[in-house]
T-cell receptor
Framework: GQNIDQPTEMTATEGAIVQINCTYQ??????LFWYQQHAGEAPTFLSY????GLEEKGRFSSFLSRSKGYSYLLLKELQMKDSASYLC??????????FGAGTTVTVRA | IAGITQAPTSQILAAGRRMTLRCTQD?????MYWYRQDLGLGLRLIHY???????GKGEVPDGYSVSRANTDDFPLTLASAVPSQTSVYFC???????????FGPGTRLTVL
């Protein structure tokens, strides 16, 4: 089973940086995904980490520490369109994904 | 355009009625999934299929059934709907069970 925790809400200013933390407890870790979900829409894939360290993809970066059961998603140079929910999902050995409840990020002008 | 389609977009259903949510993908993905998303609970896996002809139970399978007769289609059936099945249902697919998942647009279901 999974226990995945992430903050419920975060607010930041346009152009700023926001870091969304995700902690998890799992019996068999096999990768961590971040998804973005705009209100009323489907989740879309952002990033994937399976080894410790930082993965950078444009304005978005994701970090993983397997020993600490910890990941974060870093959003840089925030834009209004980045207002969305960000979902942390942990994959176990059987490849099933377990999702956190999501963090709603609001970007203010 | 390649992707996943779901039907209907939304539905209001009387309790006790039978309902099938449709999901079709044209990406030739082997694995398909059904999730429900409820406020404050995140996405929860209902059923999955790693390849055509096989299915498995997820975290919350009770009251739901699926079939996978071919690669493209993965319908979800509620045999006798109950109000607690009011939710947004997302279908997803991945090339294989270890790849990232792509989600359909969702079906908003209300059971009264």
């Amino acid at each position: 089973g999974q226990n995945i925790d992430q903050p419920t809400e975060m607010t930041a200013t346009e152009g700023a940086i926001v870091q969304i933390n995700c902690t998890y407890q799992t019996s068999g870790f096999n990768g961590l995904f971040w998804y973005q979900q705009h209100a009323g829409e489907a989740p879309t894939f952002l990033s994937y980490n399976v080894l410790d360290g930082l993965e950078e993809k444009g304005r978005f970066s994701s970090f993983l520490s397997r020993s600490k059961g910890y990941s974060y998603l870093l959003l840089k140079e925030l834009q209004m369109k980045d207002s969305a929910s960000y979902l942390c999902a942990v994959r176990e050995g059987d490849y099933k994904l377990s999702f956190g409840a999501g963090t709603t990020v609001t970007v203010r002008a | 355009i390649a992707g996943i389609t779901q039907a209907p977009t939304s539905q209001i259903l009387a309790a006790g009625r039978r309902m099938t949510l449709r999901c079709t993908q044209d990406m030739r993905h082997n694995a398909m999934y059904w999730y429900r998303q409820d406020l404050g609970l995140g996405l929860r896996l209902i059923h999955y299929s790693n390849t055509a002809g096989t299915t498995g139970k997820g975290e919350v399978p009770d009251g739901y059934s699926v079939s996978r007769a071919n690669t493209d289609d993965f319908p979800l059936t509620l045999a006798s709907a109950v109000p607690s099945q009011t939710s947004v249902y997302f279908c997803a697919s991945s090339a294989a069970e270890y790849n990232e998942q792509f989600f359909g647009p969702g079906t908003r279901l209300t059971v009264l």
